[in-house]
């Protein structure tokens, strides 16, 4: 598939970080999260003059992390820079948790001088082999007449088919030699051929399906957002009145308030959505990849169901479960013209079907903590910082019970505001992600919801948001501990906490720390003192926030599937399972 680009320039003769930046402003790349350092330092003087603004971070993994955030939110490329060796390295962590979890990324970094490669010279990395796993292509350049058509293709690789991170390694005497600079009319990858429209005639089974089944459940996940198909999705679940599950990364692809929405399936899912799935007799799966979260032990998984699987990565398809119906394709386009094809079915009446559900999602409704005057809920802080925060506002997670309660209880109605590190469980993703999507969307709140322990990873990127007019909020969720890590020794291990305990005599001062940092500090101790302290920040819009709420180190998450057991096996309190009373199906 050709990619038409831009009109070239004329022919210029330039160095080849000059052209490495024009082809960056020809993209129309607006903004670049990094730090320089010896082999990326002939970047940054063509950079310095360029209409593409440059945020200086503290730690690369932050710029990675920021510029999957940029992305998320903008639905455009993120861009983030590095030296050679440590630079690029640090890199790492953000590439994969962009590879896991779909989002599109061009990693520009530097290396040594050409004729070093191979040597052990000073800060040299193999960044190329390193990241191969975990970049969809990763580029080496060593000639200045071959960056233009190198970050031409990184750019289409990275935002086509499935969106993922791409690596562009450029030599140093790459970026200082000259170049005739011309723009690549097209993009031409002939091993590259992403399968984008899905076949109709599958989609017509598909419908008839939908019209054969009792007890449909349409598994939603984040490809259905990274496709922009939001709109047409709720068209097929108000057509066909499916149930509707979404996953972690689908939260807010179907509005939270639509009474088909019966919320996370998984380890930490609604009873209502688990239930759905181990009793459907059909699954649609769109732009989801029956992640081992989700599934639990796989053997067990919707037992009863046929499936059919609609993915814009073919190798996902076939991968954890069997598909009856293998559709490849983008999600947006399968919906529609499912959509189209539910008109020509009969369709089932599902009413036996959704009031069970109903039945569920009352009975079962998602563990709110125990009310206790003297202590702070966390549950109950997510929940009214969602509810104080408006419809628009964006909302990012660190990784842990506070993600999981934030799954829960933040209200979302649209897609595209809420992010998070699925695939690969990135503690330390809040902060830089927030950032990188305040910078992406800056007239948006953005919230990010954080533990002691994922702060303490990143929050140095507070600096880069005080001084470069960033003014996110960050509530951190202080439970003294590793929590999530605590709650499993508390289950499995006999409440032997080792290595959990992060905090002793408040060390260190969240409030003083952020202030150090250029931010409001914030604290709430009480319960009486939430509100106060969410619209204390929310009433600061010149700088960033901390506000911190002291929290039980024993709160635990509920719903929960413990790790290798079945979904059937779930629990809504220790020692306490749902009765599923399926007798009227």
Request: proline share 7%; aromatic share 6%; with cysteine.
């Amino acid at each position: 598939m050709a990619n038409h680009l831009e009109s070239p320039p004329p022919t210029v003769n330039l160095t080849g970080a000059e052209a490495l930046v024009r082809s960056l402003e020809l993209l129309g790349v607006e903004v670049t999260f990094g730090i320089p350092g010896g082999c990326i330092l002939p970047l940054f003087d063509p950079l310095f003059g360029s209409s593409i603004r440059h945020i200086l971070t503290r730690h690369e993994q932050g710029a990675a992390h920021a510029a999957e955030g940029y992305a998320h939110v903008t639905g455009r490329v993120g861009v983030c820079v590095a030296t050679s060796g440590p630079g690029a390295t640090n890199l790492v962590t953000g590439l994969a948790d962009a590879y896991m979890d779909s989002v599109p990324v061009v990693a520009i970094t530097g290396q040594v001088n050409s004729s070093a490669i191979g040597t052990d010279a000073f800060q040299e990395a193999d960044i190329r082999g390193i990241t191969f796993p975990i970049t969809k292509h990763s580029f080496l350049v060593t000639d200045p007449d071959r960056i233009a058509q190198a970050v031409a293709e990184a750019f289409h690789i990275a935002a086509s088919g499935r969106p993922g991170p791409v690596l562009i390694d450029v030599a140093k005497d790459a970026l200082t030699g000259r170049t005739e600079f011309s723009w690549p009319v097209s993009v031409e990858l002939p091993g590259y051929r992403p399968t984008v429209t899905p076949h109709f005639r599958q989609i017509r089974e598909a419908a008839a399906l939908i019209g054969a089944a009792r007890r449909p459940v349409l598994l939603v996940g984040g490809g259905v957002v990274k496709a922009d198909a939001a709109e047409v999705l709720a068209a097929v679940v108000e057509r066909a009145q499916l149930p509707t599950v979404t996953t972690l990364m689908a939260r807010g692809a179907l509005p939270d308030s639509h009474p088909l929405n019966y919320g996370m399936p998984g380890m930490h899912g609604t009873v209502a959505a688990v239930g759905a799935l181990q009793r459907a007799d059909l699954l649609i799966a769109v732009g989801s990849r029956f992640d081992d979260r989700v599934t639990g032990r796989l053997s067990s998984f919707a037992p009863t169901a046929k499936v059919i699987h609609c993915d814009i990565d073919p190798a996902e398809i076939g991968k954890n479960r069997a598909a009856d119906l293998p559709i490849v394709g983008d999600c947006r386009l399968m919906l529609e013209e499912l959509a189209l094809r539910l008109g020509d079915v009969v369709l089932p009446d599902l009413g036996p079907w959704i009031r069970y559900l109903d039945g569920l999602r009352r009975k079962y409704p998602t563990w709110a903590g125990d009310a206790a005057d003297a202590v702070i809920q966390p549950q109950e802080v997510i929940r009214r910082i969602g509810q104080l925060s408006g419809p628009d506002t964006i909302f990012v997670t660190g990784v842990g019970q506070h993600q999981m309660w934030s799954a829960h209880f933040v209200p979302l109605e649209r897609p595209r505001r809420w992010l998070t590190s699925g695939g690969a469980g990135t503690m330390g993703y809040c902060v830089p992600a927030a950032m990188g999507a305040k910078v992406g969307r800056p007239d948006q709140v953005v919230w990010g919801i954080d533990g002691d322990g994922c702060f303490q990873m990143t929050n140095q990127e507070l600096v880069t948001c005080a001084l470069n007019g960033v003014p996110i909020k960050i509530a951190v969720i202080n439970n003294q501990s590793l929590g999530m890590v605590r709650q499993w020794q508390t289950l499995f291990y006999d409440q032997r906490y080792s290595a959990t305990d992060l905090q002793t005599d408040r060390l260190p001062d969240f409030v003083k720390l952020a202030e150090a940092l250029g931010c409001v500090g914030l604290r709430a101790e009480r319960p009486d003192q939430v509100d106060q302290v969410i619209r204390q920040a929310m009433a600061v819009q010149d700088r960033p926030v901390v506000a911190e709420f002291i929290v039980s180190k024993d709160a635990m998450v509920w719903p929960m599937v413990a790790a290798g057991t079945s979904n059937d096996d779930i629990m809504i309190a220790r020692d306490l399972a749902p009765d599923w009373e399926e007798d009227d199906l």
